[in-house]
């Protein structure tokens, strides 16, 4: 076998005998494939005991189609996070596929990894502790919890409720930003998330109601990460956190994440996750053995018919480069080391949005590949 086998989970017929039934299943045969598609300081077989140990205690992903399982697995794998007990991300059910959802140890973990911020953190603010926030041309936040005997922090009950979050992020020269939430603005942010919503509605506990502590510091982090220079790795973990917040698919796809290729496809007008991964009408009707009209969107998002299948096509891949990703894109060829590579991206993000990110995603990922294998 090679990695087109493993490829090749991701294509289904209808009489297909060999193809292994269920994940766990699947994690065995496709072990050696999977040590291939992994980077090199991803060990493939503790990998593989965290990924069954984390679809275990989760019994409703027994019930999702197993190559979404297995692509979320591998993804957390690409982008260096531990699914499972760490907290790092999560396995989650959503209708017959699994997301993978970043918690909050992860999001520090891939904001300390982007080379450029030294420490990040976060803390819940009690209403019996000493917090003081100022704003203004001198920003400034003390916070001094409740102590007990030997001025070390009191216990929960002893401190309070919650009345506010608030996260930290030091950069690698010293200076500081940080961002300061209220328990109302967590609770608007809760009681807007499709997933709380859809767990009321069925009368079932959510995560907010059993960890509402975690669920707010996951909160700040996340609005504090908007404002840091992002790796790809990062900016992936926050799409698919976003698109999990929004109820929306997270379309990861079993090739793209194998590749090392997956990238988030945002919407230009709306900043938020696109429901379809995005496909040109040559794709559309490649894919499409029986023909027929096919919907696809043009390069203003507008759909039209291609030979029979629904789809929303992406003006990235189709349109000429700009100037300025020409010229971001010899940069990152040119780079001799992973280092280079993510200094070039970290100061180019900055300075594109929409299909222009997408597309300078895609090429550190191809550039980020190519340095692997000479290493």
């Not at 959802?101 to 904001?111: D, E, H, R, S």
């Not at 953190?121 to 920003?139: C, I, P, Q, S, W």
């Not at 698919?240 to 945002?266: M, R």
């Not at 018919?305 to 010229?327: C, H």
Request: charged share 25%; with cysteine.
């Amino acid at each position: 076998m090679s990695l087109q086998a493993l490829k090749n989970i991701n294509r289904t017929t209808a009489n297909d005998a060999e193809q292994p039934k269920g994940f766990p299943a699947m994690l065995e045969q496709f072990k050696g494939e999977i040590a291939r598609a992994l980077p090199k300081h991803i060990n493939p077989d503790r990998m593989a005991r965290i990924a069954l140990t984390a679809f275990r205690m989760t019994p409703k992903l027994g019930e999702c189609d197993p190559r979404s399982v297995f692509a979320a697995v591998i993804q957390s794998s690409q982008m260096g996070l531990e699914v499972g007990l760490m907290g790092e991300a999560h396995l989650v059910p959503f209708g017959n596929q699994c997301q993978l959802i970043p918690g909050y140890t992860g999001l520090m973990k891939l904001a300390r990894q982007s080379g450029l911020v030294q420490d990040i953190y976060a803390h819940e603010v009690r209403v019996n502790d000493v917090f003081t926030l100022k704003l203004g041309m001198e920003r400034s936040l003390d916070h001094e919890p409740l102590t007990t005997l030997g001025g070390f922090p009191a216990a929960d009950d002893e401190r309070g409720d919650v009345a506010g979050f608030y996260s930290v992020a030091v950069f690698k020269d010293g200076s500081r930003t940080f961002v300061a939430m209220g328990r109302k603005e967590v609770e608007k942010i809760r009681d807007n998330s499709r997933g709380y919503q859809s767990a009321k509605r069925y009368k079932k506990e959510s995560v907010w109601d059993s960890d509402f502590t975690a669920m707010g510091l996951k909160t700040a982090i996340r609005r504090l990460c908007k404002f840091l220079p992002k790796s790809p790795e990062l900016a992936s973990a926050l799409a698919l956190d976003a698109a999990a917040e929004q109820g929306k698919a997270q379309n990861l796809n079993l090739t793209d994440v194998i590749e090392g290729n997956y990238a988030p496809i945002i919407d230009d007008e709306t900043g938020e996750i696109a429901d379809a991964k995005p496909v040109t009408s040559r794709d559309a009707s490649q894919s499409r053995p029986g023909g027929g009209p096919v919907e696809v969107a043009d390069a203003t998002r507008k759909k039209v018919k291609v030979d029979g299948v629904s789809a929303i096509a992406s003006d990235a891949s189709d349109q000429e480069p700009s100037a300025k990703l020409k010229a971001i894109y010899e940069q990152m060829a040119k780079a001799t080391s992973i280092e280079v590579l993510d200094e070039i991206y970290v100061r180019a993000e900055g300075d594109l949005d929409g299909s222009e990110l997408e597309a300078l995603m895609r090429e550190y990922r191809t550039c980020k590949a190519a340095i692997g294998r000479l290493i």
